[in-house]
């Protein structure tokens, strides 16, 4: 029997352009480039340890963050990707302190812009744990023909084109959502190319897996420190206690629940009123692609989608994962939310 043929992702992007005649795969150019990018940085993350590249920058970012060697040659790579796509009029990353546009014509002309992470969890590079690359793509609401305008960039979540990340771990995937869906393409390195290998996944409504960082429980709320006890109550005919376990980089965490289900939490505490992930190139590209597969996406005022940016690097707390297990904690966490 002929061996069943890869797919590749570029493949797989322009059958799904062909569902829609009017469709001008513009989109899936910005895919391509973004796993073009994902390659380029995969080949340092993989060599990290044989190359001067581990350890500190020596500066620290917008978010007063040290920044690590990684970061910066990730952040550098993004940029020029993103410079060179025909697709992309700017980006804005979480290691710029502002948005980027891009002031040539033919950007003034480019339908899309992105923001990203480019390398979520860096403090997990020096110890070989999962790190990744997180994007999100919003259409312009400015006008084509001139630069991008903070606007493109302040857009929520519900209007994301599509949200994906890189991952880079035992083996290196792309995992990317649309309105279509949510689909994983794994890395085959001997011909450098991202293969579908995860078609459609669905997050399962319901989970064994809690995932936060305990450490900070005596911070948290009252309806927070009643839901981890509830994940930690011995009721057997409920799944319960739950398992516990925390990467400590939100694209491990966060392709665990989705793959496994789950529900992975960053509440607000007493020192982080609003919690420490970024909204708008963390919280809402994993919210798009959680709920794309059927999962939810929340935090202590409704769903994470629906919350309008008012600045580039605002923070928000966040609950996701399997549907079932969000309702739950939000439960707790929504009826006795006192924080601060
Ligand atoms: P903590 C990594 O620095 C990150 O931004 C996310 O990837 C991760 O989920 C979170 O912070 C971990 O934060 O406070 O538990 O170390």
């Given amino acids: 029997m002929p061996q069943s043929k890869l797919i590749t992702m570029d493949e797989f992007t322009i059958q799904e352009t062909r569902k829609f005649p009017q469709a001008t795969g513009e989109l899936s150019t910005l895919l391509r480039d973004i796993g073009l990018a994902g390659k380029i940085i995969n080949k340092q993350v993989r060599r990290a340890g044989l190359e001067d590249i581990l350890g500190k920058h020596g500066a620290t970012n917008v978010q007063g963050e040290e920044q690590m060697k990684l970061d910066v040659y990730s952040n550098d790579i993004m940029i020029d990707i993103f410079m060179n796509s025909p697709e992309c009029a700017g980006i804005a990353s979480e290691e710029n302190d502002d948005h980027v546009c891009y002031e040539d014509t033919f ?25 990744g690359t997180i994007f999100a793509i919003y259409r312009r609401v400015s006008e084509l023909g001139k630069p991008c305008t903070k606007e493109d960039f302040l857009q929520p979540g519900n209007r994301l084109m599509a949200a994906g990340y890189v991952i880079y771990g035992s083996s290196t995937m792309m ?13 085959e390195p001997s011909i450098g190319e991202f293969c579908l290998s995860h078609p459609n996944i669905k997050c399962p409504e319901n989970g064994k897996i809690y995932s936060i960082n305990q450490g900070n429980s005596s911070k948290y709320s009252d309806g927070m420190k009643a839901y981890l006890d509830y994940c930690m109550e011995n009721k057997k005919e409920e799944n319960r206690p739950y398992s516990h376990r925390y990467i400590g980089s939100m694209v491990g965490d ?20 609003k919690g420490k992930l970024r909204l708008q190139y963390e919280c809402n590209p994993m919210a798009f692609i959680v709920e794309a597969a059927g999962g939810k996406a929340m935090c202590n005022t409704g769903n994470i989608l629906d919350i309008v940016p008012t600045e580039l690097h605002q923070r928000t707390p966040i609950f996701i994962g399997s549907k079932n297990m969000v309702n739950k904690a939000m439960e707790f966490v929504m009826e006795k939310e006192v924080v601060g």
């Fill in 107 to 131: 950007s003034a002309n480019s339908k899309y812009v992105v923001l990203f992470d480019p390398l979520d969890g860096s403090s997990n590079i020096d110890v070989n744990a999962p790190i």
């Fill in 254 to 273: 966060l392709h665990r629940t989705l793959i496994k289900g789950g529900i992975f939490m960053y509440p607000a505490d007493k020192s982080s009123t």
């Fill in 175 to 187: 995992v990317y959502a649309t309105k279509l869906g949510v689909n994983g393409f794994t890395l």
